[in-house]
């Protein structure tokens, strides 16, 4: 078979770009985990929290746009990372990347059919997700433009649900809607609000809200197949970043409004409990009798998109490391249609063959999901040091920062800030176990990091690679 037959088809519009970033992001994180964030630190503190989160992922974002415009290629991040730092650590990222987006797919389809089960609780739940399953593959199989169109109105629906939200909130908030009249602000509900736990608190918030930012570098790996990449990159991550970051801070101050912090239904962040979401309880505050019913739709709405958006990008940098020679040639090779159609029969039958496990093994099943749990971030430490090395190699080869087609702002602090938060959200990730010197509980919890260090190291050992020098 001849691997050079076909190209990737540069059909992604603006639009599709934005919409994936903005897919990638408001999701599970926002409609259920952003309680807890408001519960551990308080409204104030779960503020900051998304705010610093925030500015994280807009350096994250300008640093991939800079890259991504000068030199927009499928694979992104972890090719740059081959350039531009060692190649080891772009065989990292992407090894780790596909490993912890392949477990993330297998999640969601099993998440899929337990929320199916609200509707339909007299139906074995896995018939739900082989049926996503099916349907992903199908998205994913058909040409890109057909990911980009389905990205875009699934991430619609979930912005509506947001508006939707916010505009019912301030409503309640006023007393023009629900039995309260002018509700007031919980913020200073309690004399420890609106900050509560201290800096600890908002350590934990990070977590959180790291979490529930993840998956804003998949604008980045769909840059490679966009029409106009200089063009749709940029516009795309800057009308993104400040779409996610209104989202989510009118999002939690209007929780914060309504909600006291000490709410015991804020401490969940179980996506199949439904009715503990903050969006349900402060649609029932409102009146609407099927407050339950819309936020189950939404949320299957969120992992659908989220487990189509991780099959794609997992298949793009499968992809890009058949080109490079990181793994078996044949992954590189693009069928008529653009479609690396060979990645995607390993990454659809990787992630299905994931998902079997949990009924042969649930507890291999479990550690699985662990080993996935900091991945992203170990991706945005990767990110922010290339974009570091990158911008360092292009001045001392004497090239005029005005000739790049974007141009990053606050250089070099963008990057330095997203990688030390990045690194404050991994080791706070459990501090308790560190205090306790709970080993389990810290194995399971950062079995992610080693893992990523052993795919680098493994590459040094067999290819003795170095460091790419700056000139």
């Known amino acids: 078979m001849d691997q050079n037959q076909g190209e990737m088809k540069h059909s992604l519009k603006t639009r599709h770009l934005s919409m994936i970033a903005l897919g990638g992001t408001i999701g599970t994180g926002l409609f259920i985990a952003s309680g ?92 739900f997700s082989l049926g996503a399953f099916l349907l992903i593959s199908l998205i994913n199989y058909l040409t890109v433009n057909v990911y980009g169109e389905t990205e875009f109105w699934l991430a619609f629906l979930k912005i509506a649900a947001v508006v939707i939200f916010v505009i019912v909130g301030a409503l309640v908030i006023i007393g023009k809607l629900g039995h309260q009249g002018f509700v007031g602000f919980k913020f200073f509900h309690y004399r420890d609000a609106p900050f509560v736990n201290g800096f600890l608190g908002i350590v934990s918030a990070f977590v959180v809200s790291g979490f529930s930012f993840q998956g804003t570098e ?114 590189g090779f693009v069928n008529r249609r653009g479609v690396p159609i060979n990645s995607f029969l390993a990454m659809a039958g990787l992630s299905f063959l994931i998902w079997l496990i949990q009924f042969v093994g649930p507890q291999a099943y479990n550690y699985l999901i662990a080993a996935s749990g900091l991945g992203g971030f170990m991706e945005w430490l990767g990110i922010a040091l290339t974009h570091y090395r990158f911008r360092r190699a292009y001045l001392k080869q004497e090239y005029q920062l005005n000739d790049l087609p974007y141009r990053a702002s606050l250089f070099p602090f963008g990057p330095i800030f997203a990688f030390i938060l990045c690194i ?48």
């Open 218 to 331: 998949m604008v980045g790996i769909a840059a490679g197949e966009s029409k106009d990449p200089k063009q749709s990159v940029p516009r795309a991550i800057h009308s993104t970043f400040w779409r996610i970051l209104l989202f989510y801070v009118l999002t939690i101050f209007i929780i914060a409004c309504l909600i006291p912090y000490d709410n015991k239904n804020l401490l969940s962040s179980d996506v199949t409990d439904i009715v503990t979401s903050p969006f349900t309880l402060i649609f029932h505050q409102a009146g609407l009798e099927y407050a339950a019913t819309l936020m189950n739709f939404v949320i299957l709405i969120a992992v659908l998109s989220s487990a189509n958006s991780w099959l794609y990008a997992i298949i793009r940098i499968l992809y890009s490391q058949g080109r490079s020679g990181d793994t078996w040639r044949g992954f």
């Open 36 to 127: 807890s964030a408001i519960s551990t630190a308080g409204p104030g503190g779960a503020l900051v929290a998304y705010l610093v989160m925030g500015l994280v992922v807009y350096f994250i974002m300008t640093s991939l746009a800079e890259m991504g415009t000068f030199n927009p290629i499928s694979g992104s991040f972890t090719q740059y990372a081959r350039e531009y730092v060692d190649p080891a650590l772009g065989f990292a990222m992407g090894w780790n990347y596909w490993f912890c987006g392949a477990i993330s797919v297998a999640v969601e389809l099993s998440t899929v059919g337990i929320i199916m089960n609200f509707w339909f609780p007299h139906i074995a739940s896995w018939w």
């Open 424 to 471: 404050i959200v991994i080791v706070g990730q459990n501090v308790n176990a560190f205090v306790t010197w709970d080993w389990q509980s810290i194995l399971i919890t950062y079995m992610s990091v080693p893992l990523f260090f052993i795919f680098m190291f493994y590459y040094k050992l067999r290819h003795h690679s170095h460091p790419i020098p700056l000139d």
